[in-house]
T-cell receptor
Framework: QQQVKQSPQSLIVQKGGISIINCAYENTAFDYFPWYQQFPGKGPALLIAIRPDVSEKKEGRFTISFNKSAKQFSLHIMDSQPGDSATYFCAASPETSGSRLTFGEGTQLTVNP | GAVVSQHPSWVICKSGTSVKIECRSLDFQATTMFWYRQFPKQSLMLMATSNEGSKATYEQGVEKDKFLINHASLTLSTLTVTSAHPEDSSFYIC?????????????FGQGTRLTVV
């Protein structure tokens, strides 16, 4: 049973554009929502994370928007760069520690120069 | 952030043999470590959770006798794939959680590519 659904599966954006990736969850016990970036052959690296007590969190070019009532959250990458080309995973955890994560299916982002 | 190191980065083994993968937390004590498996172009699937000094907790559908996990110290967990078969070929990733920092975040290793021939 997939508890975290992610879309789109792949995304192509021009340099300087905005990349938007969406996730929806089912388990209301989730209370920690991180986004990870993964390059081929590497482990995932934490980009940014949010907890349900806030609706938005921004760190540099990365912003998470969170809608608790809709059980949805999204990642916005502003001024997308070719170096941002990677696979992005949303995840959710019932613990604020962010461990024992349930991952979304992943989005392959390509930023064209 | 904290550093988690996996070894080896890649390994090729013959069908029927066993392979051990190490996961080390280099600059913190990891009370809990997690092992994930990732098939090409797919998401990470949690295999098991291990706490230092106790038996691992396996996710449904993961054979505990095939995937042996040992977490003997606060800085080292090992995953042994026993009697490996080609269908075990995958990318194995560990993560480690610390409780000696403010946010108890989980940090990921760089992964181990296992190919069984």
């Amino acid at each position: 049973q997939q508890q975290v659904k992610q879309s789109p599966q792949s995304l192509i954006v021009q340099k300087g554009g905005i990349s938007i990736i969406n996730c929806a969850y089912e388990n209301t016990a989730f209370d920690y929502f991180p986004w990870y970036q993964q390059f081929p052959g590497k482990g995932p690296a934490l980009l940014i994370a949010i907890r349900p007590d806030v609706s938005e969190k921004k760190e540099g070019r990365f912003t998470i928007s969170f809608n608790k009532s809709a059980k949805q959250f999204s990642l916005h990458i502003m001024d997308s760069q070719p170096g941002d080309s990677a696979t992005y995973f949303c995840a959710a955890s019932p613990e604020t520690s962010g461990s024992r994560l349930t991952f979304g299916e992943g989005t392959q982002l390509t930023v064209n120069p | 952030g904290a550093v988690v190191s996996q070894h080896p980065s890649w390994v090729i083994c013959k069908s029927g043999t066993s392979v051990k993968i190490e996961c080390r937390s280099l600059d913190f004590q990891a009370t809990t470590m997690f092992w994930y498996r990732q098939f090409p172009k797919q998401s990470l699937m949690l295999m098991a959770t291990s706490n230092e000094g106790s038996k691992a907790t396996y996710e449904q559908g993961v054979e505990k006798d095939k995937f042996l996990i040992n977490h003997a110290s606060l800085t080292l967990s090992t995953l042994t794939v026993t009697s490996a078969h080609p269908e075990d070929s995958s990318f194995y990733i560990c993560s480690a959680r610390t409780t000696n920092r403010g946010n108890t975040e989980a940090f990921f290793g760089q992964g181990t590519r296992l190919t069984v021939v």
